[in-house]
C-alpha cells in the first residue's frame, strides 16, 4: 500500500492509499475506523456542472472517498469492489459518525451509494458561520484551516492544481479549463491527487474541536442547526418534481412577449431597449423630476427605476412624453420577462432526468440566519405571478400545503422593545396596518395613507429612512419624512430599542444567536435582532411540526417565513390545521399569528382562465 507523509508546523500526518485490492487490508482498515469516535469524510468527484442537476445528473460521480483522523487517512477507489464495500459498510454503520464541510460530501455519498447520513454528520462550514455569520468572513475550509491550523491545506490545493495544469491536454489549459478536466481525469493514484484528498479529510477532522470550543457560549443551538441542515439535504435529495410541458410552453410564451416589446422600442427608435442609448434617450422625454444615476452618470433604467418613475407620472409629479410612457412600458415588460426567461431555463437545466429539481438550501445563509435557496433560487420567485411558482408540483395523488406567519417581524419587534400601543394593536386583533394609519392619521385615513404607513412600519423596523420610503412608495422625501416622524411618535418604544441597540458591538438574539454589528450600519442592530428571531420561531414550529407530527418526511420547502409542506391528497385538511395550530404561537406574550392554506397540486395557483392542464414527465426530454 501507498503511503505519503506531510507535517505542517509540527503535525505529521499519514495518508494511506491501497491501489488496488490486493494491497488494501481490511483488518487494518476496520482497526483505524474503529480509532476515532468521529471520522474526517471527504470525497472526491467529476466537476459539477454549473446550473445543471448537480449530483442527481449524468455527469456526476464519485471517484474517491476519504475518511480521516487528526492524523491519518485513507484513500479509498469505489471502482475498486473490495474498497466500494468497505465505504459502503461505514457510510451504513449508524454507529459511525462523521465531519464534512457542507453538505456536498453527504449529497455526493447519497448520489453515489443510496446512502442517507442524516444526523450522523457534523459540519464545520455550518460550525464557522454559527461563529462569524458574516457571508464575507471567508467559511471555506482552506481559508478555515489557514486560520485555525496552518496553510498545508492550502499548499497541497496548489500541488493539485499544478498537477492539473501540467497533464491537461492542450486544448483545456485555457482558464479554469485544467482544473475542471483534472477533476474529471487525473488517475486516481496520482500523488498530488491522493495527498490533497486524504488531508482534506484530515483538516476537517482537526479542525472540528477547534470550532466546537469557539461555540461553547451558545453550543445548544449547534444540534438545532445540524437538525435543521439534515432535513434540507432531505429536501434536496427527494428534489422537486418540476412540470415540465408547462414550464416550457410558459418559457416560449415569456420569450414571444420579451421579443414583442423588444420590437416595439427597435422600431420606434431604432436601437435595442438593452442599448445605453435607450438611457440618454428617456433622459430627454422625462421632466419635472430628476432621474437616478448610475456610478457614470448615465440614467439608471432598472425594473425598479421605471418603476418609481410611473408612479411618479401617475402621481402627478413627473411628465413623460407620450411616446415615453410607451416605450418605458415596454422596457419594462422586457426587465420583467427578461428575469422570467432566465428563471424558467434555469428550472429545466436544473431538472433531473426524472423531472425533479434538487434545489440547494442554504440554513445559515445571510448574517441573521435566513436560509436563502440556490440552484434555481426559488426565494426571488414573487407570490404576486405565480406563473413560475406554477412550474412546481406536487408528486401525484399528493398536494402541497404552506404555512406562514403573519406580519411576524413587526410582532417580535413589538415583544424586543415592549411598545405598549404596538403590542396592543396586535392584541386586540384588528388589522395591524389599519390601525396604524388611524394612529397616525385618524379615521378618515385613505387607501394611500394605509399604503404609506406601512410601508413606513416595515422601513422603520428595518432601520430605512425616508430616502428609502420616497423611493419605495413614490411620495416626496418630504412627505416620506413627516411619515416617518408620525410613525415614532406612535410606537416610540420601537424607535428607543433600535437606539438602544444600535450601541452594541454584538447582537445576541433571544435564542442565543451572536451576530457581529457592522460598524458603518449601527441602525441595522435592530433588523438582525428582529429577523434572526423570527428565523428561529419557525425553525422551533418546524422541528415541533417534524418531531412530534411526523412531518419531516413532508416537508417540502423553505420560503423566508413560510413552510411548505406535501401531503396526500385525503389528509390536507388535517395538515392545513395542524400547520396552523403549530405555528400560531407566543413571543414573550405578543401572540404570533399563522395563516395556512391548501395550495393544491401545483406551488402557484393560476387564475382559472390561464389554468394549463399537463401530465407529470416520465423524463424531461419526453
Not at 436601437?271 to 422625454?285: C, H, I, K, N, V
Not at 451576530?515 to 428571531?533: E, F, G, H, M
Not at 412531518?551 to 413560510?562: I, P, Q
Request: with cysteine; glycine share 8%; charged share 20%.
Amino acid at each position: 500500500m501507498v503511503t505519503y507523509t506531510r507535517t505542517h508546523n509540527g503535525h505529521t500526518m499519514t495518508v494511506n492509499a491501497p491501489a488496488s485490492a490486493a494491497e488494501f487490508d481490511p483488518s487494518a482498515f476496520a482497526a483505524f475506523t474503529g480509532s476515532d469516535p468521529v471520522l474526517g469524510l471527504d470525497v472526491e468527484t467529476r466537476a459539477i456542472v454549473k446550473g445543471g442537476p448537480g449530483h442527481f445528473g449524468p455527469d456526476a460521480g464519485v471517484r474517491l472517498v476519504q475518511f480521516g483522523t487528526p492524523t491519518t487517512a485513507w484513500v479509498l477507489n469505489p471502482l475498486i469492489p473490495e474498497q466500494q464495500q468497505a465505504i459502503r459498510s461505514v457510510l451504513a454503520d449508524e454507529r459511525h459518525h462523521f465531519v464534512t464541510h457542507t453538505s456536498y460530501d453527504v449529497l455526493a455519498v447519497w448520489s453515489a451509494f443510496g446512502i442517507p447520513l442524516g444526523q450522523r454528520v457534523v459540519d464545520t462550514h455550518l460550525l464557522s458561520k454559527l461563529l462569524v455569520p458574516d457571508e464575507r468572513a471567508g467559511h471555506g475550509l482552506k481559508e478555515l484551516t489557514g486560520r485555525y491550523l496552518d496553510d498545508g491545506l492550502k499548499q497541497a490545493e496548489s500541488a493539485l492544481h499544478a498537477r492539473m495544469r501540467a497533464l491537461a491536454p492542450v486544448g483545456s489549459r485555457a482558464g479554469n479549463n485544467p482544473v475542471d478536466w483534472g477533476w474529471n481525469h487525473l488517475p486516481a493514484d496520482d500523488e498530488a491527487y491522493t495527498v490533497y484528498a486524504g488531508l482534506d479529510a484530515i483538516y476537517v477532522r482537526r479542525l472540528l474541536p477547534l470550532l466546537l470550543a469557539r461555540c461553547t457560549p451558545f453550543s445548544h443551538l449547534v444540534p438545532m442547526e445540524a437538525w435543521l441542515a439534515a432535513q434540507s439535504t432531505g429536501i434536496t435529495v427527494r428534489g422537486l418534481l418540476l412540470d415540465v410541458p408547462y414550464t416550457r410552453t410558459l418559457l416560449e410564451q415569456v420569450q414571444g412577449e420579451f421579443e414583442q416589446a423588444a420590437a416595439t422600442i427597435h422600431r420606434a427608435l431604432g436601437f435595442s431597449g438593452t442599448s445605453p442609448r435607450f438611457a440618454d434617450w428617456l433622459e430627454q422625454q422625462v421632466s419635472g423630476v430628476t432621474l437616478p444615476r448610475t456610478d457614470t452618470g448615465r440614467v439608471q433604467v432598472t425594473a425598479d427605476s421605471l418603476a418609481q418613475l410611473q408612479q411618479q407620472v401617475t402621481d402627478g409629479t413627473a411628465t413623460l412624453t407620450e411616446q415615453g410612457r410607451e416605450l418605458v412600458r415596454a422596457r419594462q415588460a422586457m426587465a420583467a420577462r427578461s428575469n422570467s426567461m432566465s428563471n424558467l431555463r434555469s428550472f429545466l437545466a436544473a431538472a433531473d432526468a426524472s423531472g425533479r429539481v434538487h434545489p440547494q438550501i442554504n440554513t445559515l445563509r445571510a448574517k441573521t440566519g435566513r436560509m436563502s435557496i440556490t440552484a434555481p433560487a426559488l426565494q426571488t420567485l414573487k407570490k404576486h405571478d405565480p406563473r413560475l411558482r406554477h412550474c412546481f408540483r406536487a408528486d401525484p395523488g399528493h398536494v402541497l400545503v404552506a404555512c406562514d406567519f403573519s406580519q411576524v417581524e413587526v410582532r417580535v419587534a413589538a415583544a424586543l422593545s415592549r411598545d405598549k400601543t404596538l403590542m396592543d394593536v396586535i392584541a386586540s386583533g384588528v388589522d395591524l396596518h389599519d390601525a396604524t394609519a388611524t394612529l397616525m392619521y385618524g379615521p378618515g385615513f385613505s387607501k394611500e395613507q394605509r399604503t404609506v404607513g406601512k410601508r413606513a412600519t416595515f422601513g422603520t423596523i428595518y432601520g430605512g429612512g425616508a430616502k428609502a420610503l420616497a423611493a419605495q412608495t413614490g411620495v416626496s422625501v418630504q412627505v416620506a419624512r413627516g411619515v416617518i416622524q408620525r410613525w415614532q411618535r406612535t410606537y416610540p418604544e420601537v424607535i428607543r430599542f433600535g437606539k438602544d441597540i444600535a450601541n452594541a458591538t454584538t447582537v445576541i438574539t433571544g435564542s442565543g444567536r451572536r451576530i457581529p454589528a457592522d460598524p458603518d450600519r449601527p441602525y441595522a442592530n435592530s433588523n438582525y435582532a428582529i429577523q434572526s428571531t423570527a428565523r428561529d420561531l419557525l425553525v422551533a414550529c418546524v422541528y415541533t411540526l417534524a418531531t412530534a407530527h411526523g412531518l419531516a418526511g413532508a416537508l417540502w420547502l423553505f420560503v423566508h417565513d413560510e413552510v411548505i409542506v406535501q401531503v396526500p391528497e385525503q389528509d390536507a385538511e388535517h395538515v392545513r390545521d395542524l400547520l396552523t395550530e403549530v405555528m400560531t404561537t407566543t413571543f414573550r406574550g405578543v401572540p404570533i399569528a399563522a395563516d395556512a392554506e391548501i395550495l393544491g397540486t401545483h406551488w402557484g395557483h393560476l387564475p382559472e382562465p390561464e389554468q394549463v392542464t399537463v401530465s407529470v414527465p416520465e423524463h424531461v426530454g419526453a
